[in-house]
């Protein structure tokens, strides 16, 4: 992505476009990626609170996209009125008024002035609210809607679409401006991220549609963002520019992206149909509740934890997950077991502070996705390597990223600070059902997986050989227990040529599964 200079912002933004390009928000997952197929059909049934087919109940969700909540159809008192017949309207009584100012758009579409970088520059503590039917449009012309690095904005009830970002930047709260409420907006069919995130950020009860990357794009300059609260909302449909296409390879996609987020609470949303990932955390992320989510008919994974620490996933229903993707690659003849949750190089960290010290994933119901969950390792990523796909980035327990260089990274404690590691993954009281006549694939399809590849690589790399693949199987307190199996599951560990049936799951050396139950026949 080329540096953009832009004419109308504050001054801290080209900084902030610098850095940008510089992170780019790029990291890919280290398994081999691929581009994704079309976007995953709507047409499967809508969750409605009733029973799935795996007898469990399905949590309502929240359908925001075709039943949003009406904005004020007045003019709050001492509001502002935005008029949509005069262009640019929003832009300038938002110059000309104070702080703390609330604009009430009337009903119809509000237009900025037809100039490409022509937006809204907030001011602290300003409340933009729409009345029923208010619609501000970028008309394919404005890059952004809302910019600025003014705090505590908010933004109620007020569609904005149309908008033509760049790659990696986003069109509401584009500078990543702290404490910003955005609140029972339609944000859809823009380029780039449909908002970015600053810390203290509060998304609830919105609808982010069909934007051509992310729904939002939760990375800010200077990695601070903080406890990001993302509620309620409607995901849907996003990535329609396709960028795995367009830049192989990018881990540029889905329907939200987090990097080095400390802290969020993601609940009670409806994560469906995105290209791609449904919800990546991808670099030094720490502290992430994810929980009463409908993950569903994302055609990649519905949850990717990556290079980060220390999270619980719990109480989700996640369903039809990874049907192109993994049959993609199944197709290929690829025997990775490409997952619907997938964590990767991620784990608990009693030495990052958060409010578990461990990934806990439990109490899920997972039922008819192509496969279950994979804890991998690459045992040649870590910091300083060129297979580090966050360049530049070292582990949340090294602070200065050249340390990790021989000959002091072969010894401890560098030989262990220098590498994400999954480990202190616990796996409890899912419930796995799998129908192949439903998903329409063989048994590739029903995995769960702990590996790691053969470490090759740099040639001053300490981690050749099998040691990282002993030590995420056997070593580093991944466990899963007490969980419901239905249809036929099978396990990978160690490598991917290693499948084993439940039995050898259970047995030594792996130990896998205790008190877990296994009905291969029932998942139709």
């Keep these: 992505m080329g540096t953009t200079w832009r004419r109308w912002a504050s001054p801290a933004a080209p900084l902030a476009l610098v850095l940008l390009a510089a992170t780019g928000c790029t990291s890919t997952s280290d398994a081999p990626a691929e581009p994704t197929g079309a976007p995953s059909a709507s047409g499967a049934p809508t969750p409605s609170g009733g029973p799935s087919a795996s007898g469990a109940p399905a949590p309502s969700v929240a359908r925001v996209c075709a039943e949003p909540a009406a904005g ?12 949509p017949s005069v262009v640019g309207d929003l832009a300038e009584k938002t110059r000309n008024s104070p702080p ?6 009337r009903p119809g579409k509000h237009r900025l002035e037809p100039e490409r970088y022509a937006q809204v520059i907030a001011k602290e503590g300003n409340t933009y609210l729409g009345a029923p039917g208010a619609v501000l449009d970028g008309g394919e012309t404005n890059q952004y809607a809302f910019g600025g690095t003014a705090r505590d904005v908010t933004i109620r009830h007020l569609t904005v679409q149309h908008f033509v970002a760049p790659n990696n930047e986003g069109v509401v709260n584009h500078d990543m401006a ?26 609830r009860a919105s609808c982010l549609r069909g934007n051509g990357q992310y729904g939002m794009n939760a990375y800010k300059t200077g990695d601070s963002i903080r406890g990001l609260v ?31 987020v400390d802290g969020a609470d993601i609940r009670g949303n409806w994560v469906h149909d995105n290209r791609g990932v449904g919800l990546w955390a ?14 569903e008919a994302n055609d990649g994974a519905a949850l990717m ?3 980060s620490y220390n999270a619980v996933v719990r109480n989700n229903t996640i369903r039809r997950n990874n049907w192109v993707e993994g049959r993609k690659h199944a197709e290929r003849g690829d025997d990775f077991p490409y997952a619907t949750v997938y964590v990767s190089e991620a784990g608990g960290e009693p030495r990052v502070r958060a409010r578990t010290d461990k990934i806990e994933i439990y109490r899920n119901v997972l039922e008819n996705n192509w496969s279950g969950i994979t804890l991998w390792e690459n045992a040649d990523r870590f910091c300083n390597s060129p297979a580090n796909t966050s360049t530049g980035y070292c582990t949340l327990l090294v602070k200065d990223t050249d340390r990790c260089a021989r000959p002091a990274i072969a010894t401890a404690p560098l030989y262990s600070d220098c590498r994400w590691k999954t480990q202190r993954v616990d796996i409890h009281d899912n419930r796995f059902v799998l129908d192949p006549s439903v998903v329409k694939c063989a048994d590739e399809c029903g995995r769960m997986a702990v590996l790691s590849n053969y470490g090759t690589y740099p040639d001053w790399s300490p981690y050749k050989g099998e040691r990282v693949a002993e030590a995420i199987t056997h070593e580093q307190h991944n466990r899963w227990h007490d969980n419901v199996y239905r249809g036929p599951w099978s396990f990978v560990a ?5 499948k084993l049936d439940p039995g050898q799951w259970q047995a030594a050396p792996y130990r896998q599964d205790a008190g877990s139950t296994f009905d291969p026949r029932a998942g139709g």
């Design 72 to 83: 004020p159809a007045k003019a709050p008192a001492g509001a502002v009125t935005v008029d």
């Design 100 to 105: 703390n100012t609330t604009f009430w758009l």
């Design 178 to 203: 702290d404490g910003w409420v955005i609140e029972h907006a339609t944000i859809q069919h823009n380029s780039g991220a449909g908002l970015m995130a600053g810390a203290r950020q509060q998304v």
């Design 230 to 260: 993302v509620e309620g909302n409607e995901i849907v449909g996003n990535n329609t520019d396709d960028w795995e296409r367009r830049q192989p390879g990018c881990g540029c996609t889905g329907g939200i992206k987090f990097w080095a």
């Design 282 to 295: 991808d670099n030094n992320n720490n502290d992430f509740r994810i929980e009463d989510n409908v993950l």
């Design 305 to 307: 934890y990556e290079t």
């Design 494 to 498: 160690v490598d991917p040529g290693r």
